[in-house]
């Protein structure tokens, strides 16, 4: 490719939306530089011990059996921050991974690769609360806007209701019994449960063996042998490649290597398409600028090779930033560009909380005859969820045992369980750290324990988000510092949200309820390059022309609380056909 049209920074869940878009619908060349590695492509068939091919733009690279071979679906060698294969740093895993100043108690959660932090998710993919677009007076578009594309983005991603088992029949009980009526749209205005809308196929009526996929289910669970869509087995965290032997695109979960990087690939099909590269182990360190007197214009990129260390220049008519909510900021003020204040600020988190929910088998049985447990971790990792337009919502979740453990027990801001009292007006009955004899006996109700995570409606506020750190830099300069504070009235809503799902425990019929009263957890993360502040209605930056950010970090608020990557990767396509009509 020569230069390319555009430049996309960071092969995320936004960024390969967005050069899908410009290549197919608007005929323009795109080159995507991804900072972390390529998973399930020949043509890194090592991606963490040998540096492997340059660049990549022919969907025939993709290998699914490769993926499988790579994802290995064991939790530790997947979901460990530090030497997992899923992680923020260096494809080489003989070199540490990326560090980020996070100076409280908190987690950040994030993945850096081909697929970016979509290689975790669970691929909830609920659309915005229309009220939190349209009433909240922070976004400059609105949300019938955005409709058009969320509908593209659904289609592509196969969104679709999830399947239930055990576990969701026990969340509809309680909900149901707490009075909460069942939604039955997209575009949610009042409170109530509905099943989950995931980007995850559908296992369908039909497997290899024609037995419906349930617990006496024995036929094959590879594609080779006719099996499609979801396989129930609730591996999204560890990358989700079921079912094996599927090529790429056919995995059920559709995290962006799966649905939008393909179709970025893939434009065959389409004669007046451009051409899309994707380049990983590329980390962007500088935007390039026009010296000119005037208007600042952006005119291409510097990036960095991670296996040789060697840097290039990468001149282009329109830049995209597309690498997350802290490093977009970060690559922001690393590359000297104006800083009116709301650069990097305004981070909403959706101020989670998990309020865990024990059970005896036979109030599982009871509900649903033909399950003894709940089993957490069988079936999608969500399926079923509660929203509540203007405070936030709820989704109930199940995960595997190493992330149960530390999701319920062990991640909390209120102290030890033992001798931290719980008010008695309160609907739970503990709250904190669980640890010792204490927490094997807890987690000895594994197969009988889930929990509801909290979604809050957190605003934008300045104090909140990624600044550089003066102290400390790595190979790509200043690291970022990140700070996320909640504001009283987030503290308020997310209070608010706890006691209901501790009610809907309690009305399902939960023997125990523990709230884990969790510390910042930061893998929603948006609005730290916000439209309205930092760009204007078309996600371009006010100070810098030809400089567009198609990522979380545009998004102008928390979405009101609903899982932010169906709306991330519809704003990005919006972006893509305003960069066209724009420029092109
Ligand atoms: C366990 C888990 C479960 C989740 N579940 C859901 C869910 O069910 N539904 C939902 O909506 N969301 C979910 N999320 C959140 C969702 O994954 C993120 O919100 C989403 O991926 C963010 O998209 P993004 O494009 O903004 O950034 P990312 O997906 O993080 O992508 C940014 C990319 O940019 C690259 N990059 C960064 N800096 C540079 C640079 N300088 N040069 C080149 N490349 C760079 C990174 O390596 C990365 O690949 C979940 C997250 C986690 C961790």
Same mark, same amino acid.
């Given at each position: 490719m020569n230069d390319p049209d555009v430049v996309v920074i960071g092969a995320g869940a936004d960024g390969p939306a967005t050069a899908s878009r410009l290549a197919r619908e608007h005929g323009l060349d795109v080159l995507i530089l991804e900072g972390g590695p390529w998973h399930g492509n020949d043509q890194w068939p090592e991606p963490h011990a040998d540096a492997g091919g340059t660049v990549s733009t022919d969907p025939?690279? $993709?290998d699914g059996k490769l993926l499988d071979e790579q994802f290995t679906h064991r939790e530790a060698d997947a979901n460990d921050p530090t030497h997992g294969y899923l992680r923020v740093g260096p494809a080489d895993h003989s070199r540490a991974p990326w560090f980020r100043n996070l100076h409280q108690n908190a987690f950040i959660w994030q993945v850096g690769a081909v697929g970016g932090t979509s290689l975790h998710y669970f691929a909830n993919h609920p659309r915005a609360y229309p009220h939190a677009i349209d009433e909240q007076d922070h976004w400059p578009i609105s949300y019938e806007e955005l409709v058009p594309y969320y509908q593209l983005n659904e289609e592509v991603t196969s969104t679709q209701q999830a399947p239930m088992t055990a576990k969701e029949e026990v969340f509809i009980e309680g909900a149901t019994n707490a009075g909460y009526p069942r939604i039955d749209t997209k575009n949610v205005t009042e409170t109530g449960w509905r099943p989950q809308a995931n980007a995850v196929s559908d296992p369908g009526e039909e497997t290899p063996t024609n037995q419906p996929l349930d617990a006496d289910y024995e036929g094959s669970f590879s594609y080779d042998d006719g099996f499609r869509g979801d &396989?129930?087995?609730?591996d999204h965290f560890q990358g989700?490649? &079921? #079912?094996?032997?599927?090529p790429v695109r056919e995995k059920?979960?559709?995290s962006a290597n799966v649905s939008w990087v393909p179709r970025a690939l893939d434009t065959n099909d389409n004669s007046d398409a451009g051409n899309v590269a994707i380049r990983p182990n590329a980390f962007v360190t500088n935007i390039e600028t026009n010296d000119g007197i005037g208007t600042i214009e952006a005119t291409g990129v510097t990036f960095r090779d991670s296996w040789s260390g060697s840097s290039q220049t990468v001149s282009t008519d329109v830049v995209v930033l597309a690498a997350g909510c802290i490093e977009s900021p970060r690559l922001w003020l690393n590359s000297g560009l104006p800083d009116d204040g709301w650069v990097g600020k305004g981070l909403t988190t959706h101020w989670f909380d998990w309020i865990v929910g024990v059970y005896d088998d036979e109030t599982v049985a009871e509900i649903n005859p033909e399950s003894e447990h709940m089993d957490p971790y069988i079936g999608q990792n969500s399926a079923v969820r509660f929203d509540k337009p203007g405070v936030g919502g709820m989704e109930d979740i199940g995960m595997s045992p190493g992330l149960v453990s530390y999701a319920d027990y =062990?991640? &909390? *801001?209120?102290?030890?369980s033992f001798d931290t009292p719980v008010d008695p007006g309160e609907p739970w009955d503990t709250r904190g750290y669980v640890v010792g004899e204490d927490l094997k006996r807890k987690m000895s109700d594994y197969r009988q324990t889930k929990a509801l995570l909290i979604l809050t409606d957190d605003l934008p506020r300045q104090d909140n988000g990624v600044s550089l750190d003066n102290t400390f830099s790595d190979e790509h300069g200043p690291v970022p510092k990140v700070k996320y504070e909640p504001h009283p009235d987030d503290d308020a809503k997310r209070d608010e949200l706890a006691r209901i799902a501790a009610n809907i425990h309690r009305e399902a019929g939960a023997e125990h309820v523990h709230r884990? *009263?969790?510390? #910042? =957890? =930061? $893998?929603?993360m948006q609005s730290t390059m916000r439209m309205g502040k930092v760009l204007d209605e078309n996600a371009e930056a006010k100070n810098v022309s030809r400089l567009f950010v198609a990522d979380h970090s545009a998004l102008a608020n928390g979405l009101g609380g609903p899982n932010p990557t169906n709306t991330g990767q519809a704003l990005a396509l919006r972006t893509a056909d305003r960069i066209g009509d724009l420029y092109f």
């Open positions: 025939d690279d $993709l &396989t129930l087995v609730g989700g490649s &079921t #079912p094996v032997d599927a059920s979960r559709k =062990l991640f &909390t *801001e209120a102290g030890y884990s *009263e969790w510390p #910042p =957890l =930061l $893998l929603h």
